[in-house]
């Protein structure tokens, strides 16, 4: 680990609530992501303003402008290389890239998913969990490879399901969660303490127990 921030870019298509959460972390000098950039494939995203309000530069690249994904990722590409980026963290990002985009920032890309991964991948999370009378459900942290929801798990918290609630109650409990998680797991990559190797999630020593939270 060293002393010098790397160079952040978050990827949001809505809200981002999540980036907020990131944003404040970030506002600690010490934290080792530097937020540099917050963009979104959606013209109306209300994150933007939110980045915006906080100093930080953002960009719209409209997915719908371009034909197919591949020119897509093309441009999002071109963007993060202007801009210098070093990691690329997806909060709340709803598009699906491409091979050639994930095998290029593989290591240095990261999402956050509304379930402990490796249940209840893609959308309607919440309604799977209830309809699957779990006792237990989440969120994860995890590297991004090609395929959805399926990269090595970088952090986890765990939210208990309360009995009768709706998946709206349990979306609520668990992005609070995710608020706590994503912090900690950005900051592990971002230092080196956490990173991908050989397929797997490597620590230094025990900086896993950052990103395991009950």
């Not at 298509?13 to 404040?24: E, H, Q, Y």
């Not at 959606?42 to 591949?70: C, F, N, Q, S």
């Not at 990722?73 to 963290?89: C, K, P, S, T």
């Amino acid at each position: 680990m060293t002393g010098r921030r790397r160079r952040t870019a978050v990827l949001i298509s809505g809200r981002g609530s999540n980036m907020a959460a990131l944003l404040d972390a970030a506002a600690d000098p010490a934290y080792p992501a530097e937020i540099v950039l917050v963009l979104s494939n959606r013209p109306g995203a209300g994150g933007l303003a939110r980045a915006e309000a906080a100093g930080i530069p953002t960009r719209v690249i409209d997915h719908k402008a371009y034909d197919g994904r591949a020119a897509f990722d093309a441009a999002l590409d071109a963007a993060l290389e202007e801009a210098g980026i070093e990691l690329v963290v997806l909060a709340g990002f709803m598009r699906l890239l491409t091979p050639g985009f994930t095998e290029k920032w593989l290591g240095r890309m990261i999402n956050i998913h509304p379930s402990l991964l490796p249940a209840f991948k893609g959308v309607h999370v919440h309604e799977q969990a209830l309809a699957g009378g779990v006792r237990f459900s989440g969120c994860s942290v995890h590297f991004v490879t090609a395929d959805m929801d399926a990269g090595p798990i970088i952090g986890q918290a765990v939210v208990p399901v309360v009995p009768g609630e709706s998946p709206d109650d349990l979306a609520a409990r668990t992005l609070a969660a995710e608020h706590r998680l994503y912090p900690a797991a950005v900051a592990l990559v971002a230092s080196g303490e956490a990173a991908l190797a050989d397929g797997r999630t490597v620590y230094a020593g025990d900086a896993w127990t950052r990103v395991t939270l009950t």
